[in-house]
């Protein structure tokens, strides 16, 4: 493996998503790379979440016709293509200077549906202007809910297909490779940090000359701007509300009065909650393993919630996804879809919109051999006969 990953050099070279990690790694500083690489304390759930598929054995239905393989699929009152879209992620410009609008001309082109975070480097009205692609943003609940209204408005108005709820983020999550790096706002820098950003000029030149890294969304709100000063982020901590409940999901609901994605799910009696509460979709996530540690891996979440509320909620599960296997194992259990975040910020890292759009279509092909070769010719044939639970855990 060392010996395959000095090979890693260019596009061309990465035949998987852990390849273009590998790029990734070798295109970003290290404080910079940590941070989209890294989890909360011991990184035991991050590393879980990719782990926990590996119980989990795909059962092939022989002498099947799958002269042609349907993965379309219906997701957020959506078609698209293949049953796999892209995940809110914040600041998507620090990993490459394309930034979100790479991201999202690379989710149309792959008939898919595109998450912008509310703590995304491009404001919702510049992503509608790139792409007309099927879009969802992603909110926090402020504490001024005013800035909750504003998104909406703004979202209605560019024509956004659904909203998506973070819900497990009352405080951050202990990320201690961010305090070994000093990744922050401000950076701290110590010998190898600043080593680092010299060896990755090209990144450095950038971020310097033009680093627009601005949290544009919060500050191009009307309720907000006034109040932000100089702090972009001292506002957005201070308004992270920790006394949200359930009530403020139904309040959410009737505001947006579409498609809503509650994030953040990972247990049956929660997912209830949700849909009580007017969410038309949960998405199971540990936010990457950036939150609660040893909280479950999300395909570990699925047939559970699956079993109890398949029929009134959408399942999307978010968090560990690396191969096309991983999707189809997901969806057997009982999934809708799927959703990658680092999946695809590594092919960014590693290549701008070329970078997104090779990981994309090494996840999507993949989806599409392991259809054939599971005997299942459609997506929405995909159920409990073509799983099961290993019974033996792998070495």
Not at 26 to 48: C, H, K, M, Q, V
Not at 68 to 96: C, D, K, M, Y
Not at 119 to 136: C, H, N, Q
Not at 262 to 270: E, H, L, R, Y
Request: net charge neutral.
């Amino acid at each position: 493996m060392q010996r395959r990953k000095s090979t890693i050099r260019r596009l061309g070279d990465c035949h998987n998503v852990t390849d273009l990690r590998v790029l990734a790694k070798r295109n970003l500083p290290w404080p910079i790379f940590n941070y989209l690489d890294g989890g909360a304390d011991d990184e035991f759930t991050l590393s879980r979440n990719t782990d926990a598929f590996n119980d989990y054995e795909l059962l092939p239905s022989q002498l099947s016709d799958v002269s042609r393989i349907n993965t379309e699929t219906t997701v957020l009152g959506q078609r698209i293509g293949w049953p796999v879209f892209l995940a809110p992620t914040g600041a998507s410009r620090i990993f490459h200077h394309e930034a979100e609008p790479a991201v999202v001309r690379a989710a149309h082109d792959f008939e898919t549906i595109y998450s912008l975070s509310t703590l995304g480097t491009t404001s919702i009205e510049d992503i509608a202007a790139v792409s007309p692609g099927p879009k969802m943003y992603q909110v926090y609940m402020f504490k001024d809910r005013a800035i909750s209204r504003d998104f909406i408005k703004r979202c209605k108005e560019q024509n956004y297909a659904a909203l998506c709820l973070t819900v497990d983020t009352p405080v951050a999550g202990n990320r201690e490779r961010d305090l070994v790096t000093g990744f922050g706002i401000p950076p701290k820098f110590n010998l190898r940090s600043v080593l680092s950003y010299a060896r990755h000029l090209p990144w450095s030149i950038r971020a310097i000359m033009k680093p627009n890294f601005d949290m544009v969304n919060v500050i191009n709100s009307a309720s907000a701007s006034t109040e932000i000063g100089d702090g972009v982020m001292e506002y957005i901590n201070s308004q992270f509300d920790r006394s949200i409940t359930w009530k403020d999901v139904e309040w959410l609901a009737e505001l947006w009065d579409g498609p809503l994605v509650v994030k953040g799910i990972q247990t049956a009696a929660d997912a209830r909650k949700a849909a009580d509460s007017g969410a038309t979709a949960v998405m199971l996530s540990n936010h990457g393993g950036r939150q609660l540690e040893t909280a479950p891996a999300p395909v570990d979440c699925i047939a559970p919630i699956a079993d109890e509320l398949g029929d009134r909620l959408e399942i999307i599960c978010d968090g560990g996804i690396r191969r096309g296997t991983h999707v189809i194992k997901a969806l057997a259990l009982g999934a809708t879809a799927c959703s990658i975040g680092r999946g695809y910020l590594f092919g960014l890292a590693a290549g701008g919109q070329r970078g997104v759009e090779h990981a994309l279509g090494l996840l999507r092909s993949e989806v599409e051999r392991s259809m054939a070769l599971v005997g299942c010719n459609s997506v929405q044939k995909l159920g409990p006969k073509y799983i099961q639970k290993s019974s033996k855990k792998p070495a």
